[in-house]
């Protein structure tokens, strides 16, 4: 402990390292702890990620409300 009062640098750069530490546990903990769902397909997964970005086709609709 008197190294933490003779150096208060060093002190700083313990209770920041700390805290990185702890916010990356945290992130890991949200994001990548494990599948929610555990009875998804590898399939599942691919249509649920990439189905947002598949473009909608706008021309029927307006063909639709023209008529």
């Keep these: 402990m008197r190294f933490f009062v003779e150096h208060p640098l ?3 750069v313990a209770i920041v ?5 702890l916010g990356l ?6 994001f990548f702890s494990g599948p929610s769902d555990r009875d998804l397909t590898p399939d599942q997964v691919g249509n649920a990620i990439l189905h947002p970005l598949t473009p909608k086709t706008t ?3 307006s063909h639709e409300e023209e008529k």
């Excluded at 390292?17 to 530490?21: N, P």
């Excluded at 546990?25 to 949200?30: F, M, P, T, V, Y």
């Design 10 to 12: 060093t002190k700083k």
């Design 17 to 21: 390292t700390v805290v990185k530490l």
């Design 25 to 30: 546990l945290a992130l890991w903990w949200l």
């Design 59 to 61: 021309s029927q609709h």
